[in-house]
């Protein structure tokens, strides 16, 4: 996603029990739909389809995890640290704080050399 969050839908989104869980488990450590489902006490369908939702909101990340048996997986991370909501005459605006992640300030240090 590009661009300013739509309020409504990020709102809406958070107002689900999965998906605030789902932020919650991933923000220390990322994990597989396997574990989430686990954690949450949802089925792995009903996980992958808030990650979706979350994914476009750009509020978590995936990547994948090589194994050596070929058996790749992918695990999800929140990629922020608040979401602040606010009013004016206009409406509802959004605003993520988003943290940089370790890997990704030394990839830009590296960028910046």
Known sequence: MSGEPDAGEVADLLADDCAR?????????????????????VSEPTVYRRLERLREHD?????????????????????LDG????????????????SERMADRFTRFVEEM
Not at 83 to 98: H, M, Y
């Open 21 to 41: 869980q789902i932020l919650v488990e991933t923000k220390a450590a990322a994990r597989s739909a396997a574990e989430l489902s686990d954690r949450t006490g």
């Open 59 to 79: 509020l978590v990340s995936e990547e994948l995890r090589p194994v050596p048996d070929g058996r790749n997986y992918r695990v999800y991370r929140a990629e």
């Open 83 to 98: 979401i602040e909501f606010d009013l004016d005459t206009d409406g509802f605006s959004v605003a993520v704080a988003r």
